[in-house]
């Protein structure tokens, strides 16, 4: 089993249950696939670096992901044929990280920051 780390982000205009649904697809494709999610973040509505299909804003969800590697193409073309979904990044990692990630740390000191 190889580990990979999964990141995409899902068109500005969905709700917050979408999302989720969203996510929770792309955890089913893994698990019919023979593979295991093992952290599944959602990182809220952030604004783009530049605007993708007309999107200036989008929701990132991350997942670690540990499946045979001969799997991941089929976790990628279903991807793609989603119509939410703006982008998306999949990178192989020697290791799955359970620690929150850096958008999750940025996002927790920006509230800190704001509630003082």
Known sequence: MSFYEAVFIIKQ???ASHVESVAQEAVSII?????????????????????????KRGYYVLLNISIDSSKIK???RRLK?????????????????????????KTSKESAQEQN
């Open 81 to 105: 044929l989603n119509e939410d979904i703006c982008r998306f990044l999949i990178i192989k990692v020697d290791k799955l990280d359970n620690n929150p990630s850096a958008l999750m740390r």
């Open 13 to 15: 205009d969905a709700s």
């Open 74 to 76: 089929e976790f990628e």
């Open 31 to 55: 698990k019919d696939n023979g593979g295991e999610v093992t952290k599944t973040e959602f990182c809220g509505l952030r604004n783009l670096a530049y605007p993708i299909n007309k999107c």
